[in-house]
T-cell receptor, first 112, second 111 residues
Framework: SAVISQKPSRDICQRGTSLTIQCQVD?????MFWYRQQPGQSLTLIAT?????????ESGFVIDKFPISRPNLTFSTLTVSNMSPEDSSIYLC?????????FGPGTRLTVL | KQEVTQIPAALSVPEGENLVLNCSFT??????LQWFRQDPGKGLTSLLL?????REQTSGRLNASLDKSSGRSTLYIAASQPGDSATYLC??????????FGSGTKLNVKP
């Protein structure tokens, strides 16, 4: 398995500000992902975090709103920019190891 | 586009009962299928991974089956316990490293 940590675990932010979420994996992985889970709903993939190159975004998600970094094979960040109340969600990072996907504990974001 | 459906959306059973959760997908060209458990306010815990060439996987009281041609997977939980109460999600991975999640089945096991 893989052990994944996320920081912060939760935050309450004001409209118009930005928040950066960190994701750390216990050892090197080839693929890392960022998901959003809105209240009472399932997971939606935001983007694949690529090491050393720009992230690959899914339809409906853009780099200006959700910039992603992946400086090495164990770490990634997701920034939620210019936040609005509609961005209130749980944000989850995941990593792929031996074809199995493992998830971090999530970051619960509330935007006022 | 792949669509993943889980039925039922919610299930309440008495402790000790055996139960089956269902997952169906529209595109049979999958790489693998994974079952997860999610406790309220938490991340996802991987339960079982079935590769597209496999028919089933077992872990303890859990057994997952896969019928790729009919686009179905089931998660069987034997002798359910209150600690099994959680939301169970299935996720399908295609050959292009895209993952599609079902909306989950919320399970409540009553003592």
């Amino acid at each position: 398995s893989a052990v994944i940590s996320q920081k912060p675990s939760r935050d309450i932010c004001q409209r118009g500000t930005s928040l950066t979420i960190q994701c750390q994996v216990d050892s090197q992985v080839t693929m890392m992902f960022w998901y959003r889970q809105q209240p009472g709903q399932s997971l939606t993939l935001i983007a694949t975090a690529n090491q050393g190159s720009e992230a690959t975004y899914e339809s409906g998600f853009v780099i200006d709103k959700f910039p992603i970094s992946r400086p090495n094979l164990t770490f990634s960040t997701l920034t939620v920019s210019n936040m609005s109340p509609e961005d209130s969600s749980i944000y989850l990072c995941s990593a792929l190891r031996s074809n199995e996907q493992f998830f971090g504990p999530g970051t619960r974001l509330t935007v006022l | 586009k792949q669509e993943v459906t889980q039925i039922p959306a919610a299930l309440s059973v008495p402790e000790g009962e055996n139960l089956v959760l269902n997952c169906s997908f529209t595109d049979s060209a999958i790489y693998n299928l994974q079952w997860f458990r999610q406790d309220p306010g938490k991340g996802l815990t991987s339960l079982l991974l079935i590769q597209s060439s496999q028919r089933e996987q077992t872990s303890g009281r859990l057994n997952a089956s896969l019928d790729k041609s009919s686009g179905r997977s089931t998660l069987y939980i034997a002798a359910s316990q209150p600690g099994d109460s959680a939301t169970y999600l299935c996720a399908v991975r295609n050959n292009f490293n895209k993952f599609y999640f079902g909306s989950g089945t919320k399970l409540n096991v009553k003592p």
